[in-house]
């Protein structure tokens, strides 16, 4: 194991800023050769340190909570999309400075909110479903036609109520350039009267446009004709996982290694249920660095995680050489979305933050302590 890994706090995730200009510079291609906005998905990707890279390639935020979009105000400046299956009546007046477009899930969201925001002269929009399956995890699939998330086909063909300005629209999950075409398709059949009324539709996020044989070039001519053919509208992406996709790593270490009915189990001092999640929600199998399938090399160990929750396991894995206590073991494209889920169950320390720079010298961002976890609760 290279010292780089030795030399930082375990557990840790490591961003690659090289990587991330990388893809920053592919999505600003495709903004510039398609005419549309991309802009950043908090929900995916809220390293604020990270934000002055970013800022040189997009100009704003989308955003689902006052905490994401105080923190778009703060940290990244812009303009901000919001939006949020549910605003409270609380809330609400707190998020109108924050925002320059609101999106509503809802008719009876538009009724309760909609006179606030007018008057507060923002720009306002309202989610509907097309009811299309791109996503085949029910879990992020948002276009069941059960789906709370959204206006039905059904209502939206009453028109637009006065006062709204946009359409926004979410139905993928890192797809691919068809899905996107199938997408637009349905915006097209599906909310026809409504397009010629409207100042922007917002195509939502899902567009996994820096993964490795996407389609780029098809992306950018079908973003092209969609704007052809309404050349009115403003429109925009919010990708979540393309932004910083396989930009860094979650280091771990190995803290007991043990034997039961017959297993190798490796303890680590990261947590599948407080650290990626979705490992266990998806569920997915994380990429382990020097790792493969199960039985395929001489020594299978199961990963697993320092919690009390008997399922904290992240997988099997097999290596060519037997792993060691205190031994790194690195996972894989751990910066989208993982960072953003995690907590602090069980007390478990969070990961410490880290950047290589793209002169090369990595620097701890921050590290966490007993205070951080004291601060969560009361």
């Given amino acids: 194991m290279s010292s780089e890994f030795e030399s930082l706090?375990?557990?840790c995730y490591l961003l690659?800023?090289?990587n991330l200009r990388q893809n920053l510079q592919l999505i600003d291609r495709v903004q510039k050769a398609s005419g549309c906005h991309i802009i950043l998905a908090l929900k995916g990707f809220a390293m604020w340190s990270a934000f002055p890279m970013v800022r040189e390639y997009l100009s704003g935020c989308s955003a689902s909570s006052y905490n994401?979009?105080?923190?778009?105000?703060?940290?990244?400046?812009?303009?901000?999309?919001l939006y949020a299956p549910a605003y409270s009546e609380t809330e609400f007046p707190e998020l109108l400075p924050l925002a320059e477009r609101i999106s509503f899930n809802s008719l009876s969201q538009w009724q309760?909110?909609?006179?606030?925001?007018?008057?507060?002269?923002?720009?306002?929009?309202?989610?509907?479903?097309?009811?299309?399956?791109?996503?085949?995890?029910?879990?992020?699939n948002p276009c069941d036609n059960q789906s709370r998330l959204g206006i039905s086909v059904e209502q939206a063909a009453a028109g637009v109520p006065p006062g709204i300005e946009g359409l926004h629209v979410h139905a993928l999950c890192e797809s691919d350039s068809n899905a996107t075409f199938r997408l637009i398709q349905a915006v097209e059949e599906k909310f026809a009267h409504w397009l010629p009324k409207l100042k922007w539709c917002n195509l939502g996020g899902g567009h996994l446009m820096t993964r490795k044989g996407y389609d780029v070039a098809a992306l950018i001519e079908?973003?092209?004709?969609?704007?052809?053919?309404?050349?009115?509208?403003?429109?925009?992406?919010?990708?979540?996982?393309?932004?910083?996709?396989?930009?860094?790593p979650l280091v771990a270490t190995v803290l007991d290694l043990i034997e039961r009915g017959g297993v190798a189990i490796a303890l680590l001092d990261v947590s599948a249920t407080a650290h990626m999640p979705d490992v266990l929600e998806m569920p997915y199998r994380a990429e382990v660095r020097h790792g493969a399938e199960a039985g395929s090399r001489p020594y299978t160990y199961r990963l697993t995680g320092p919690t009390c929750l008997a399922g904290d396991i992240i997988?099997?894995?097999?290596?060519?050489?037997?792993?060691?206590?205190?031994?790194?073991?690195?996972?894989?494209?751990?910066?989208?979305?993982?960072?953003?889920?995690?907590?602090q169950f069980n007390g478990v320390p969070h990961p410490a933050i880290a950047i290589r720079h793209e002169q090369g010298n990595i620097e701890i961002i921050k590290q966490f302590s007993y205070h951080d976890y004291e601060r969560r609760l009361s």
Wanted: with cysteine.
């Fill in 9 to 11: 706090p375990s557990p």
């Fill in 16 to 18: 690659e800023a090289a």
């Fill in 68 to 81: 994401e979009a105080r923190l778009a105000k703060t940290h990244f400046g812009g303009h901000v999309h």
């Fill in 112 to 140: 309760r909110f909609g006179d606030q925001a007018l008057a507060a002269e923002k720009s306002c929009g309202l989610r509907v479903n097309p009811t299309i399956n791109e996503v085949a995890t029910d879990l992020y």
């Fill in 222 to 248: 079908m973003l092209k004709g969609f704007r052809q053919r309404h050349p009115h509208l403003d429109i925009v992406l919010e990708p979540g996982s393309a932004i910083a996709w396989d930009t860094g």
């Fill in 315 to 343: 997988g099997d894995y097999a290596f060519d050489q037997p792993l060691q206590l205190g031994e790194r073991v690195i996972f894989e494209d751990m910066i989208h979305y993982t960072m953003v889920k995690t907590t």
